[in-house]
């Protein structure tokens, strides 16, 4: 095969899970100018922070053949149930009156989006944004609503205020001094994006938000276009940290759309968060960005330093802090 015509190959198929991440550069026959093809790399999963759990949950359902938004709702329900992640489902951290009200959104390989906001006492949001994508003529659904959706569907309620977010929260009011910890509460919500075997891209983001905010606030995670934004011939990129932040530039699209005109994953990632750096002031807060493009090649940037993401590709977790702007 002439080696042009192998790499315009290489760029539409996927190439399975053995292929590493590589690009080839070749000239041209005519010598006008160097092109540079990337070698697709997928199934691959990349989820914000240190969540080998959900990754490889993620991966065994890419695997075997699965789609990526069934590797995405399942990857996002290992965050959802453990109770240790207090910033995502059952566990998380309460708002200032002591609810727990979660926000959570998918987004599948034909642009559909389903989330719910707000909700309270389901452990699983991303699974009732799922059905709200795909059992109602809505996309977005909140707090008494989503949670009457969500048991009309089959889920169980239940308390989602475990004893050790309980006595964090009687020990914060004590002073009612909200003063967020960068890289904890500013913070650990789960955003995952998702390539499988088609080389088709879903994306999923859950969280239980700030710690301690005010009752009725919702961030970027639910938000489609801030917390999460996909398109399939693109790619996609979703958001961890301050919420407000990432709202103001709704960050996911920005990204992915830096990326249809051309910039890699890494490039895009970079210039969303140079566009909250540049307004000003960032010293007491974070935001983090992953991105995956067609391809599978995949970026993460931050604010701070102390933010990793996780990938996963070739059943092999890596998870890796980021570069950042302020290091
Ligand atoms: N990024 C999650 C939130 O601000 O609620």
């Not at 053995?18 to 093809?37: Q, R, Y």
Request: charged residues 25%.
């Amino acid at each position: 095969m002439k080696r042009r015509k192998f790499i315009q190959n290489a760029t539409l198929t996927g190439a399975g899970v053995a292929v590493g991440a590589h690009v080839i550069s070749c000239t041209t026959e005519k010598k006008e100018k160097t092109k540079i093809a990337v070698v697709p790399e997928f199934p691959k999963v990349i989820a914000t922070w240190n969540v080998p759990n959900a990754t490889e949950t993620a991966w065994k359902v890419l695997e075997k053949g699965g789609s990526s938004l069934d590797a995405i709702e399942q990857g996002c329900r290992i965050e959802e149930a453990d109770e240790r992640n207090q910033s995502v489902g059952k566990g998380g951290r309460p708002d200032r009156d002591g609810n727990v009200t979660l926000d959570a959104c998918i987004m599948d390989k034909n642009g559909n989006y389903g989330a719910v906001v707000c909700m309270q006492h389901i452990k699983h949001p991303i699974s009732v944004a799922r059905k709200v994508m795909e059992d109602t003529p809505h996309v977005l659904l909140a707090g008494k609503g989503a949670e009457k959706f969500a048991i009309e569907s089959g889920f169980q309620p239940e308390d989602l205020l475990t004893e050790a977010s309980r006595k964090e929260w009687e020990k914060w009011r004590e002073t009612s001094n909200y003063a967020p910890v960068i890289n904890i509460e500013n913070h650990d919500t789960i955003g995952m994006l998702a390539i499988d075997k088609n080389g088709d891209i879903a994306g999923g983001c859950t969280t239980s938000g700030l710690a301690y905010k005010m009752a009725g606030r919702v961030g970027d995670s639910p938000i489609v276009g801030s917390g999460l934004f996909i398109d399939n011939e693109i790619g996609g990129a979703t958001a961890t940290g301050m919420g407000e932040e990432v709202l103001k530039t709704v960050g996911s699209f920005l990204i992915v759309e830096l990326m249809r005109q051309g910039r890699s994953p890494q490039e895009a990632c970079e210039e969303g968060i140079k566009r909250i750096v540049s307004k000003g002031n960032f010293d007491n807060f974070q935001v983090a960005y992953v991105a995956m493009n067609k391809s599978g090649e995949t970026g993460s940037y931050s604010i701070h330093s102390g933010f990793s993401a996780t990938i996963n590709h070739n059943g092999i977790n890596n998870n890796k802090e980021s570069m950042s702007f302020n290091k």
